[in-house]
């Protein structure tokens, strides 16, 4: 058995680090005696994980939490024996803003998406009009055409403009800061398209698929649908950093090239040393992958491929400057006149990240046609992101401190095609770069579950290529 040979892994992000992990556990459990490496740019592992602790406050910069009905990240979890470090989050109203006036988010919904007739008519941003147009999703009918869509003209052909601009939008177009008109159904929500086809209306699958949020009298509300831990979500990237080792480890050390030699690959790196690696993960985002590989033409469509810019200001306040607030955070319509497309009442949704006596607001700032808006200054950011919610609500001075992080190009968008795209481009390179794998947040989804699934499956292929 050749004992050199080595897998190495792009990128020390979530996926990165999952891959890393779990081919760890791989070859030990197979008594393999390959080595495996971790390259990372810059001094930070965790990609969008990054968890900031200041002045008795837990503050997330990046993601702030995992879905846990996703088998993923909690079955990670309990490998690393975190689970009781888990906390999951406080239920409450949520809102959206349209104009100057709060809008409660309808009870069953699912994103922004109603799940019976009584969630539609309780809704106060729509019109009787386009309640009734809503309503035609229970007979609408399945799409024949199997062709991709995007999310726009999905929901549109269900239940109309009013309900998609309104409501569905605002929900969608927060969460991953994209254009849903430019957003592809299938990469993004194929169960959504699998909901249409099975049942015949997206609101009676949703209402037989989607758990029910149960009510005990005497323990109060349901438990929240996301969890982090006590310190964080970075506890998770430090304990598989632990895991991993920090000798299998490089950081501040960015990949220039990589090149194929008649076995393997040898990996340039910006120190000047070179890798040799049998098997090469690029858990990186997209756009990086044609600079590594220049001399392939296949992977060229990842330059137009759209990734969002966003910033998010994060302000602690003292409690008694601040109208207590009966509620999780808000949503802002795209029509209203703010910068801010959300804000999130941190101390609400996850009550052990403040200090008692004190608030903690997260907003968020950039949109498609808004992303300058993430080069301004930190001072100009949290200037325009207090006038924005003095303008929504009522606060008594000013924050005790605020937090700016910017997630430049941080969010790849899956645009109409993207499956198909991406499948090309993979069969390209099981021809010509055999033993290179794309895997991460730009391809196959981007919750942090999404990368870990994603981290682990890649860590097979990559070790049933070098098992060959």
Same mark, same amino acid.
């Given at each position: 058995m050749n004992n050199s040979k080595q897998i190495v892994i792009i990128g020390g992000g979530i996926t990165g680090l999952s891959a890393a992990y779990y081919l760890q556990k791989q070859l030990v459990e197979k008594q393999l005696p390959y080595k495996v490496k971790l390259v990372e740019a810059s001094s930070h592992l965790g990609g969008k994980i990054k968890t900031l602790h200041r002045d008795g406050f837990t503050i997330e910069q990046g993601a702030d939490s995992m879905l846990i009905r996703k088998q993923p990240a909690m079955k990670l979890v309990q490998e690393l024996h975190l689970e009781d470090q888990i906390v999951r989050n406080a239920t409450g109203k949520s809102y959206i803003l349209k104009g100057n006036k709060f809008h409660r988010m309808p009870q069953d919904t699912y994103m922004g998406i109603p799940k019976n007739a009584r969630s539609i008519w309780a809704s106060t941003l729509i019109s009787p009009k386009g309640k009734l147009r809503a309503l035609a999703d229970f007979w609408k009918g399945k799409r024949k055409d199997e062709t991709d869509e995007s999310l726009a003209a999905f929901f549109r052909r269900r239940f109309g403009d009013e309900l998609l601009h309104n409501q569905i939008e605002t929900l969608l177009s927060g969460i991953h800061s994209g254009n849903i008109e430019e957003m592809s159904l299938t990469a993004s929500y194929p169960h959504f398209r699998q909901l249409e086809q099975?049942?015949?209306?997206?609101?009676?699958?949703?209402?037989?698929?989607? +758990?029910?949020? /149960?009510?005990? *009298?005497?323990?109060? +509300?349901? =438990?929240?649908?996301?969890?982090?831990? %006590?310190?964080?979500?970075?506890?998770? !990237? @430090?304990?598989?950093?632990?895991?991993?080792?920090?000798?299998?480890?490089?950081?501040?050390?960015?990949?220039?090239?990589?090149? *194929?030699?008649?076995?393997?690959?040898? !990996?340039?790196?910006? @120190?000047?040393? !070179?890798?040799?690696?049998?098997?090469?993960?690029?858990? /990186?985002?997209?756009?990086?992958? +044609?600079?590594?590989?220049?001399?392939?033409?296949?992977? %060229? =469509?990842?330059?137009?491929? =759209?990734?969002?810019?966003?910033?998010?200001?994060?302000?602690?306040?003292? *409690?008694?400057?601040?109208? @207590?607030? @009966?509620?999780?955070?808000?949503? !802002?319509?795209?029509?209203?006149?703010?910068?801010?497309?959300?804000?999130? #009442? /941190?101390?609400?949704? #996850? =009550?052990?990240?403040? +200090?008692?006596? *004190?608030?903690l607001m997260r907003c968020y700032v950039g949109r498609p046609d808004n992303e300058e808006i993430v080069e301004e200054s930190d001072d100009t950011l949290t200037d325009i992101v207090l006038k924005d919610l003095h303008k929504a609500m009522k606060l008594k001075g000013d924050p005790t401190f605020s937090v700016v992080t910017r997630w430049r190009n941080g969010r790849p968008q899956y645009t109409v095609g993207h499956l198909e795209r991406l499948a090309e481009i993979r069969r390209q390179a099981r021809l010509q770069l055999p033993g290179v794998f794309l895997t991460g947040c730009s391809y196959d989804g981007q919750g942090i579950p999404d990368c870990i699934e994603q981290g682990e499956r890649t860590a097979q292929e990559a070790l049933h290529f070098v098992l060959r």
């Open positions: 099975e049942y015949g209306s997206l609101m009676k699958g949703l209402n037989q698929t989607i +758990p029910k949020a /149960t009510k005990d *009298k005497e323990k109060g +509300p349901a =438990p929240g649908a996301f969890f982090s831990f %006590q310190n964080g979500l970075g506890t998770l !990237v @430090d304990r598989l950093a632990e895991e991993i080792g920090e000798e299998n480890m490089m950081l501040q050390t960015a990949v220039d090239h990589i090149e *194929k030699k008649e076995h393997g690959y040898h !990996v340039l790196l910006s @120190d000047g040393n !070179v890798y040799k690696a049998d098997a090469v993960i690029m858990a /990186t985002p997209h756009f990086a992958v +044609p600079k590594i590989f220049s001399q392939y033409d296949f992977f %060229q =469509p990842f330059t137009e491929v =759209p990734a969002t810019s966003t910033a998010n200001i994060v302000l602690a306040f003292d *409690k008694v400057k601040i109208k @207590d607030i @009966d509620g999780t955070g808000f949503l !802002v319509n795209k029509d209203s006149n703010y910068h801010i497309t959300a804000c999130t #009442w /941190t101390h609400k949704k #996850w =009550p052990l990240t403040t +200090p008692d006596g *004190k608030v």
